[in-house]
Structures are given as structure tokens and as C-alpha cells.
């Protein structure tokens, strides 16, 4: 199975601030036709998830354009270019590219 | 709007059998893939379960083959879960998800205890 390492953990912000969580895979996540399966979602306390950037860059409809994912192989990133209170939460990155897909361990983002 | 609804969750003994259901609206259950993904109490989240939209085919992760299913009801637009020979550590909050994870549900609580 591929192992998605998520750092740091947990992260504590100034409002205003920017914020960077890193994803890293243990194998490629470059599919067979090409496209590269990286997904990030934020959980909020009791709320369901909801994802935020797909294919490592896209993002979904409503997302913020402060928010940013790059990256390619193996090393991902997810940015917050100025943090907001309605940031909070567990974010995950999670692989579509492999069966089964993974997900991340979860970096906790908090405001300072 | 996009609407995803599971129901059937509960407290089950060691052993037993469970259904889940997943009334969606708004999107077709026969024209996309569909998935399931639990979450055990206070940890992350696990993909297990995977069903494609165009040919049916499924997926499961190691950690349920054998003892859950997947299917669908094209008529209904609903998802299912069949889960046997369930196991404490089956305990989680599980979620029905469309295609690449851009819906979820709103996740249905299965508990397995004695």
C-alpha cells in the first residue's frame, strides 16, 4: 500500500498568516494515463469532510483562492496564504492514483 | 445540490451483520463512481470500499474483503454496504463518499461491542 507522511502534525497560527502542510508518498502518484492523484480535504470538529484541491493543484468550487497545492512524484504541498479563523481543522492529503487509496495522518491547523 | 445520506448504523455484537444504506441526490450512483470510508473514534480516515459507476466492478481494502460488500441500486440512486463477521475494531463512523471524494455524506455511526 502507499504510505502518505503528512508534516507537521499540528500547526498553530497567527491570523493573517500564512501556513504550509507537507504530503509525501512513498511511491509515485503519477497514474498510468498521466494525470497525478493528490487530493486535500479539511475535517471541522463533527463535520463530515470536504475536499479542497484535487489532482495536486485543482481547486474545488467555493475553495478560497488562499489556499494553493503543488507539487509532483512524490512531495506535495498544501498552502494557506493568509490564515483565517474558518481554517481550523484536521487536514488530510489522501492518494487516488493506487489501490488501495490512503490518506494521510491528519496535520491539525489551530489558530495561535 | 448534491445530497448524500447514510442510514443503518448501530450497536452490533462481535460476529454480527449490518447494512448501510446511502440515499443520494443529485447525482447519479450509476454514472459515477461511489465509495465508502470510515472513520475510526478519534483517529484519521480509512478508504475501503470502492464501486465504479461505468462497469460496477468493486474494490475492498485487505482490511474487509471477505466480510463486506459493496453494491448499488440503480433505481433507488442508493448505495449499500454489507458488513459480516463485523469486529470491534470495525467501530467507526462511516461515510459514503462519491467519485474522488468531492461528496460525502454526513456518516452514520456503527458500533461493535459485546
Known amino acids: 500500500d502507499v504510505v502518505m507522511t503528512q508534516s507537521p502534525l499540528s500547526q498553530s497560527v497567527t491570523l493573517g498568516q500564512p501556513a504550509s502542510i507537507s504530503c509525501r508518498s512513498s511511491?509515485?502518484?503519477?497514474?498510468?494515463?498521466?494525470?497525478?492523484?493528490l487530493i486535500w480535504f479539511r475535517q471541522r470538529p463533527g463535520q463530515s469532510p470536504r475536499r479542497l484541491i484535487y489532482?495536486?493543484?485543482n481547486r474545488d468550487s467555493g475553495v478560497p483562492d488562499r489556499f494553493s497545492g503543488s507539487g509532483s512524484g512524490t512531495d506535495f504541498t498544501l498552502k494557506i496564504s493568509r490564515v483565517e479563523a474558518e481554517d481550523v481543522g484536521i487536514y488530510y492529503c489522501?492518494?487516488?492514483?493506487?489501490?488501495?487509496?490512503?490518506f494521510g495522518q491528519g496535520t491539525k491547523v489551530e489558530i495561535k | 445540490e448534491v445530497q448524500l445520506v447514510e442510514s443503518g448504523g448501530g450497536l452490533v455484537q462481535p460476529g454480527g451483520s449490518l447494512r448501510l444504506s446511502c440515499r443520494v441526490s443529485?447525482?447519479?450512483?450509476?454514472?459515477?463512481?461511489m465509495n465508502w470510508v470510515r472513520q475510526a473514534p478519534g483517529t484519521g480516515l480509512e478508504w475501503f470500499s470502492y464501486?465504479?459507476?461505468?462497469?460496477?466492478?468493486?474494490y475492498h481494502a485487505d482490511s474487509v474483503k471477505g466480510r463486506f460488500t459493496i453494491s448499488r441500486d440503480n433505481a433507488k440512486n442508493s448505495l449499500y454496504l454489507q458488513m459480516d463477521s463485523l469486529r470491534v475494531e470495525d467501530t467507526a463512523v462511516y461515510y459514503c463518499?462519491?467519485?474522488?471524494?468531492?461528496?460525502w455524506g454526513q456518516g452514520t455511526l456503527v458500533t461493535v461491542s459485546s
Open positions: 489522501m492518494q487516488d492514483a493506487h489501490w488501495p487509496w490512503t
Open positions: 463518499m462519491g467519485g474522488h471524494a468531492e461528496h
Open positions: 489532482e495536486v493543484s
Open positions: 443529485e447525482y447519479s450512483v450509476s454514472s459515477h463512481d
Open positions: 511511491q509515485s502518484l503519477v497514474h498510468s494515463n498521466g494525470n497525478t492523484y
Open positions: 464501486i465504479s459507476g461505468e462497469s460496477g466492478v468493486t
